[in-house]
């Protein structure tokens, strides 16, 4: 028969079989004898990343050329199944071959909050040269005013010995432990989302899985989510649900739910068997579904299989075998139907399909010798082309609304029965349009049209089943203003019914479709789709985007792709179809370089790759195709629904503890070092140092230490329940107002004003105590719970003994006797007390000034919000408006509570058909059904082992 079937889920993600089919010239090569003697040379197209175009010409010694389509060539990447062996001739290799052409190299994903923070660092250590050029002045006019006084100092003034020396004085600004700080807390973190038993697939003992930890705040600021459709909303399993025959709907009555959730209504039955007034309309239904397909049945035993090569048609077969019409086997020109205890031989005339047709016809010969013309397609270009005879046609419509509002994917049914006469002169004028050149396509349009006025029987409702929850995982996506587009490589029909089942589209929703074939005509449907938007343009409105790849080509063009942008942007939602990989890359690539947010990508296979790595955040799902988008992803997750808590509960979690810990390290570090800074003023500028050498060189390491990390792990900035059930909370992460570098910076001027309190309010008491300053800012940490009370707890232990340690210990003698003298000294206790507290009074003053002058939107606190009603709160009795506000204390209020985030809540239709044969291919679908006779046995031929096993792209 010269055919196989190949897997092509690791190219576009589809797991269906495909069928490929030989050249009429090279199919009757079927040794390796004849091989060898095979003569000639291909001319085809240069290496390219389009997986469902090829353009090529085969050139045999002594025959004429023959054109090469998609529908001759193995694509690398994809499998062989269910075919003992192949003959073929490789055309593209390594790089060359179009999957390595859309691969991409893996880049390094860096966080924003990382970014921000690489880069303020570097401002600090730009301020920490200005703090010692400072002090290089200050130290020079102190020796030129007082330096032959200061003879026991032993200085002599030069200038880069002592930028030197005030270098190393203050270089603990920049803080150094934040990184391993970090790296701690995001592993925990890590782990924390590995662990969650929410996120676990039980059926498959699956657990999420975070493959990276630098990632983790990511996941609480993201805008748009990309996600593919085939295996990641849904489950890849399509059945048959329901029908409606003659006006009467079947399927739609209470009746016990089988495990696959296949049709099941035996009044469908009865009503045949028992001669029911709609008997032979349900006969001609379940006829129909046996024979209008291009399903290849395959025995094994008494078992058949179906290899099709779209899972709604192979559907539709199984619901009819599973009613008594058993479609059993396929020659060239007829199939062969098992219907209730008898054999029915149907003879194919002419097979015709595509998916501009939106629907499907074949004539058949029925066994009484009848020629009727079977049809079925998209409801839209069915009701067209009824005839005024036909029946049941408000009743069939209201039945089709009804199943797409339960996001079921619809078909009608049609049929007409055609004289000899009429089917001979339609016949002459179909073979005398397929000869023509120019135009071919208008032709057979028209062509078809002649015959095809039809009798309506009924229709048929599929459901591509979702994925557990996926209707209201997006609906809460949505709700977090979260924007979702779905890229995937099926056809426009399946994606719309699929993005109606998941909620993403509505009813009511207007749609803006781009369909063109060329570059001048898809930027006049963008401009003229732009202006009519008005200025609406780039803000979200209620509208659904759709594009297939072919238009999308035009659309990225350096040209377009800016107003396309922008037309995307104005959508709540976008459908792009018929993408290859690398067109989904680049979709999200224009995203990502265009605005600013974060991108997140979902997917489950191969195909999804590029997308995965290119977006901020990559999510691969463990399902069906194989692990390759797991292996590329930032994280896995088993089922799409567990994306909701990956980001609205580790996301925000993650966010607020990641930049509460690097706020918090900036503003310690900050406030101990200026202190240096303040004490060079009170020691002539000689560079001496306020803190003993191993307090200071334990600060980081262990006295605040402890608080940095038990935020970083623990810290909430709400509940989980409230995460959840508010969806909207997500947003004050996702605006990124708690951390930026205005903020960062907020944190830092507070942090100047704390170390003037703590060294200059202290110095004061001195006067009246002994060894008060090491003690007080040794003990200036952020004290939150355990964490803070253990800190210092640690370091009075510490100082205590570090205190005893001389001479036994020959360190630190300076420091003998201290713990006696500050432990026994009351001033100590007043200012252990007091100094805390006239901070937190500076901080008490600053926040009300800002919230008097009307700046409390700004750094410190999020703007209160109102947010859409969330219904009756329980024990109310009418449904209020909620609002939101959210207060933001930065970490100089670290005192007495670790910067805390507190926040209080005020309470009182479409249908269509998929067909997914490649058009416009060189051999047509007729030619392509004709050559299967599953009549036959199949010769068996052995060949060797390294042969048969050869990759599946020669």
Not at 442 to 470: N, P
Not at 532 to 556: F, P, Q, S, W, Y
Not at 730 to 746: A, E
Not at 923 to 948: G, P
Request: charged share 20%.
């Amino acid at each position: 028969q010269a055919t196989c079937y190949v897997a092509t889920s690791n190219l576009d993600g589809e797991t269906n079989l495909k069928i490929r089919q030989a050249l009429l010239e090279t199919a009757e090569i079927q040794t390796e004898k004849q091989l060898s003697s095979l003569s000639g040379k291909i001319e085809c197209e240069g290496p390219n990343c389009h997986f469902n175009n090829f353009i090529g010409t085969l050139y045999l010694n002594g025959k004429s050329p023959v054109s090469i389509g998609p529908d001759q060539v193995l694509l690398r990447g994809t499998q062989l199944k269910n075919t003992d062996w192949i003959f073929g001739i490789v055309v593209y290799t390594g790089f060359e071959t179009k999957f390595m052409q859309v691969n991409m190299q893996s880049p390094l994903k860096r966080s924003r909050v990382e970014k921000v923070t690489n880069v303020q660092i570097l401002v600090l250590f730009l301020m920490l040269l200005v703090m010692a050029l400072v002090s290089c002045v200050g130290a020079a006019f102190w020796n030129g005013t007082y330096g032959e006084n200061t003879w026991y100092i032993g200085k002599k003034g030069n200038f880069w010995f002592d930028i030197l020396m005030f270098i190393i004085l203050y270089h603990n600004l920049i803080p150094i432990s934040l990184l391993v700080t970090l790296e701690i807390v995001k592993s925990i973190q890590a782990m924390f989302i590995n662990w969650d038993e929410d996120m676990h697939y039980e059926r498959n003992d699956v657990y999420a899985m975070a493959r990276t930890s630098s990632l983790n705040e990511e996941l609480g600021q993201v805008k748009y989510l990309f996600s593919d459709k085939t295996g990641t909303l849904t489950c890849n399993i399509m059945t048959f649900k329901k029908c409606t025959i003659a006006g009467i709907i079947y399927g739609d009555r209470p009746c016990p739910i089988t495990e696959s959730s296949e049709f099941s209504d035996p009044k469908l039955l009865e009503n045949f068997e028992e001669d029911h007034p709609t008997k032979e309309y349900i006969k001609e239904f379940l006829f129909l579904l046996s024979v209008c397909h291009t399903v290849v049945p395959e025995r094994d035993g008494n078992n058949i299989s179906y290899q099709a090569s779209s899972p709604d048609e192979a559907a539709l077969v199984k619901g009819a075998k599973k009613l008594g019409f058993v479609f059993t086997a396929r020659t060239p020109y007829s199939v062969t139907i098992e219907a209730v205890s008898s054999t029915l031989c149907a003879f194919q005339g002419l097979v015709c399909t595509c998916s501009n047709r939106k629907r499907m016809s074949v004539i058949v010969r029925t066994p009484t010798g009848q020629l009727r013309l079977y049809c079925k397609g998209a409801d839209s270009v069915i009701y067209e082309r009824l005839s005024e005879d036909s029946l049941f046609v408000k009743e069939t419509l209201t039945h089709l609304e009804s199943f797409a509002r339960e996001g079921l994917r619809t078909l009608c049914i049609a049929y007409i029965d055609l004289t000899e006469l009429e089917y001979q002169q339609w016949l002459a004028m179909y073979e005398e349009v397929c000869t023509v050149v120019q135009d071919r396509a208008q032709s057979l349009e028209h062509c078809y049209d002649t015959i095809e006025k039809f009798l309506l029987l009924g229709a048929t409702a599929i459901e591509d089943r979702l994925q557990a929850r996926v209707p209201e995982t997006i609906a809460n996506l949505l709700k977090a203003n979260i924007r979702i587009w779905l890229l995937t490589g099926d056809k426009e029909e399946t994606a719309v019914n699929i993005a109606y089942s998941c909620k993403l589209l509505s009813g009511h929703m207007p749609h803006i479709q781009l369909n063109a074939n060329s570059l001048e005509a898809t930027q006049q449907m963008i401009d003229q789709n732009c202006q009519d938007l008005g200025a609406l343009l780039g803000k979200e409105n209620d509208l659904a985007l759709i594009i297939d790849g072919k238009t999308l080509k035009h659309a990225l063009h350096f040209e377009v792709k800016k107003s396309f942008l922008n037309l995307a942007l104005s959508c709540r939602a976008v459908l792009c179809c018929r993408l290859s990989p690398l067109q989904k890359a680049e979709i999200v690539d224009l995203v990502k370089s265009h605005v600013r947010a974060i991108t997140l990508a979902i997917g489950d296979g191969a195909n999804d790759v590029g997308m995965i790595q290119t977006a901020h955040v990559g999510v691969g799902i463990s399902g069906n195709e194989g692990m390759q988008a797991t292996n590329n992803s930032d994280y896995a997750i088993a089922q799409f629904s567990h994306l909701e808590k990956l980001l609205l509960v580790h996301g925000a979690w993650s966010y607020f503890r990641v930049t509460k810990c690097v706020l918090y390290c900036f503003y310690k570090n900050v406030v101990l070092y200026i202190i240096e800074l303040w004490f060079a003023f009170v020691n002539g500028f000689s560079g001496q140092i306020l803190f003993e050498r191993w307090c200071i060189s334990l600060y980081n390491v262990i006295f605040t230490s402890l608080p940095t990390i038990t935020l970083g792990i623990f810290e909430q900035c709400c509940s989980q329940e409230s995460l959840l059930r508010y969806p909207q909370l997500y947003t004050i992460s996702q605006t990124g107002d708690i951390f930026n570098i205005k903020v960062l910076w907020i944190q830092c001027i507070n942090a100047f004003v704390h170390s003037f309190i703590l060294f200059w309010l202290p110095t004061k008491m001195l006067k009246h105590g002994n060894s008060f300053i090491v003690s007080n800012i040794c003990q200036r940490a952020c004290y939150s719970h355990l964490a803070i009370w253990g800190s210092i707890l640690i370091w009075l232990v510490f100082f205590t003994v570090y205190s005893f340690f001389w001479p036994t210990i020959p360190i630190s003698p300076e420091m003998t006797g201290q713990a006696s003298m500050v432990l026994a000294c009351p001033y100590f206790w007043l200012g252990f007390f007091l100094v805390p507290i006239v901070c937190l009074i500076q901080n008490v003053i600053w926040k009300s000034g800002f919230d008097t002058a009307g700046f409390a939107n700004r750094s410190l606190a999020v703007p209160a919000r109102n947010v859409p009603c969330l219904g009756p709160w329980p024990g109310c009795d009418q449904c209020v408006p909620v609002q939101q506000e959210f207060e933001f204390l930065s970490p100089e209020c670290s005192l007495y509570a670790l910067c805390a985030l507190t926040a209080s809540l005020c309470f009182a239709l479409a249908g269509g058909y998929a067909f997914s044969q490649v058009e416009h291919a060189v051999i047509s679908q007729e030619e392509l059904v004709r050559s299967y006779d599953t009549t036959k046995s199949k010769t068996r031929r052995t060949f060797s082992t390294a042969f048969s096993e050869r990759d599946p792209w020669l």
